[in-house]
């Protein structure tokens, strides 16, 4: 259950991730 939990926050925040690079990289900024 824990597992499970940790990984699905795992999942979303690097779908937030990838989102915020998305948007900075049409904006043109760019960070590593």
């Given at each position: ?27 043109g900024?760019?960070?590593?």
């Open positions: 259950m824990a597992r499970e939990s940790i990984e699905e926050r795992l999942s979303r925040i690097e779908v937030q991730r990838k989102t915020l690079n998305s948007r900075l990289g049409e904006q900024y760019k960070r590593p």
